[in-house]
């Protein structure tokens, strides 16, 4: 969905209605911007980043075990240490 809004004076810019509705923003709304690459993208703050941050990438860990992971990280690590110690 692409809406059209003028930069005023001010630079204040009215967010469209049809956007309004469809974030669920209301005046008084806290909205968070995020730049990167030539572009900005609005989002309503999370009112509770706990439940915001819930279940985000969950399919990231199927399929590997916790102790896999933990040991792949301490070979990393163990590594890392070696060659810092090497240079």
């Given at each position: 969905?692409?809406?059209?809004?003028?930069?005023?004076?001010k630079?204040?810019?009215?967010?469209?209605?049809?956007?309004?509705?469809?974030?669920?923003?209301?005046?008084?709304?806290v909205?968070?911007?995020?730049?990167?690459?030539?572009?900005?993208?609005?989002?309503?703050?999370?009112?509770?980043?706990?439940?915001?941050?819930?279940?985000?990438h969950?399919?990231?860990?199927?399929?590997?075990?916790?102790?896999?992971?933990v040991?792949?990280e301490?070979?990393?690590?163990q590594?890392?240490?070696?060659?810092?110690k090497?240079?």
């Amino acid at each position: 969905m692409t809406e059209e809004a003028r930069l005023s004076k001010k630079h204040q810019v009215v967010i469209p209605r049809r956007i309004r509705k469809e974030l669920g923003l209301e005046a008084g709304d806290v909205v968070l911007f995020d730049i990167g690459n030539g572009r900005a993208f609005l989002k309503p703050k999370p009112r509770s980043y706990s439940r915001h941050m819930l279940g985000l990438h969950k399919d990231v860990w199927r399929g590997v075990p916790a102790e896999m992971y933990v040991e792949g990280e301490r070979e990393r690590w163990q590594l890392q240490k070696s060659h810092s110690k090497s240079s």
